[in-house]
T-cell receptor
């Protein structure tokens, strides 16, 4: 089937605006992850969902960031009052339930905050 | 603070040679270890996973894990110019599925 998809592929916004980034995982994958990646760095963990619940949100940098996965499939990462430092590529990954935890990444959303 | 360390490189090898990429991690409770390849402007792509001490081979790739030394490596045999990319080491920690990535090693394979 299809891989992980993310929309939009690019998002340009102004400082202080609200943005939503969407992730559609591989069908049947119960685990979903959000990361952000800055140039020259590895992906930085933000949050992990198992089903509908956020099992680990310790990577969210502050309360401006929030993510939901209401039906255990599609997830939305929400960023309020965006700041220029939020500019990065936001990556979503999913994995099948199980001990192996192999994650498959989507193409990412490049967020630019002007 | 759980950490995953990689030499940023660049590592340059001639075509046909063996490329050796290394990674160390800080948490002894780590359970799962992964190597991802990332081409410029693209998202990470899973190459190998390894969970127990020793070697795991898949085609031209061999992952090696030494939990006592908290060390994991990736060997690429018969390196090809198409292997030129950034290689990311990732470690998942015991008790959950949180995954920490290293900053990556840039590999250049010269034709």
């Amino acid at each position: 089937g299809a891989g992980v998809s993310q929309t939009p592929s690019n998002k340009v916004t102004e400082k202080g605006k609200y943005v939503e980034l969407r992730c559609d995982p591989i069908s049947g994958h119960t685990a979903l992850y959000w990361y952000r990646q800055s140039l020259g760095q590895g992906p930085e963990f933000l949050i992990y969902f198992q089903g509908t619940g956020a099992a680990d949100d310790s990577g969210l940098p502050n309360d401006r960031f929030f993510a939901v996965r209401p039906e255990g499939s599609v997830s939305t990462l929400k960023i309020q009052r965006t700041e220029r430092g939020d500019s990065a590529v936001y990556l979503c990954a999913s994995s099948a339930k199980g001990w192996d935890n192999e994650q498959f990444f989507g193409p990412g959303t490049r967020l630019t905050v002007l | 603070q759980k950490e995953v360390e990689q030499n940023s490189g660049p590592l340059s090898v001639p075509e046909g040679a063996i490329a050796s990429l290394n990674c160390t991690y800080s948490d002894r409770g780590s359970q799962s270890f992964f190597w991802y390849r990332q081409y410029s402007g693209k998202s990470p792509e899973l190459i190998m996973s390894i969970y127990s001490n020793g070697d795991k081979e898949d085609g031209r790739f061999t992952a090696q894990l030494n939990k006592a030394s908290q060390y994991v490596s990736l060997l690429i045999r018969d390196s090809q110019p198409s292997d030129s990319a950034t290689y990311l080491c990732a470690v998942s920690f015991g008790g959950g599925f949180k995954t920490i990535f290293g900053a990556g090693t840039r590999l250049f394979v010269k034709a």
